[in-house]
C-alpha cells in the first residue's frame, strides 16, 4: 500500500492540519516507507509461534499481601494529632459542595 500527496492532504484536511506541500511529500516517503514495512512484516510466516506478553519468559516477584508497619493505631494518631480537624479516626474537611 501506498499513499499519494492527495490522500496525505485530505487526512490532514479531516484532522484540521494545515499542511504544506513540500511536508506533505516528505510525509508521504514517510509514510510509505513505514506501510513497506509493515508489509515486510506480514509477510513472516508465524504459523506455530505462540502468541506472548512480553518477549522474554520471566514472571513478577510478589511481595506477600501482609501488614508491614505495626502500630498502625498509633501512627494514624500521630498524623492526626497535627490534622486541623478530626472525630472518629477521620479527617474532617470543608464543605465544597453546597
Known amino acids: ?7 496525505v492532504r485530505r487526512v490532514a484536511h479531516l484532522a484540521r492540519i494545515e499542511i504544506s ?9 514517510h509514510l510509505n516507507d513505514i506501510f513497506t ?3 515486510k512484516m506480514q509477510a513472516v510466516d508465524t504459523r506455530g509461534v505462540e502468541p506472548m506478553a512480553h518477549a522474554q519468559d520471566v514472571g513478577q516477584r510478589l511481595r506477600a499481601d501482609r501488614v508491614s508497619e505495626a502500630g498502625e493505631v498509633a501512627q494514624r494518631d ?4 497535627i490534622a486541623p480537624e478530626t472525630a472518629a479516626g477521620l479527617y474532617l474537611v470543608p464543605k465544597v459542595i453546597e
Open 1 to 7: 500500500m501506498s499513499l499519494t500527496p492527495e490522500q
Open 21 to 29: 506541500d513540500a511536508e506533505a511529500a516528505s510525509t508521504v516517503g
Open 37 to 39: 514495512l509493515i508489509e
Open 78 to 81: 500521630a498524623f492526626q494529632a
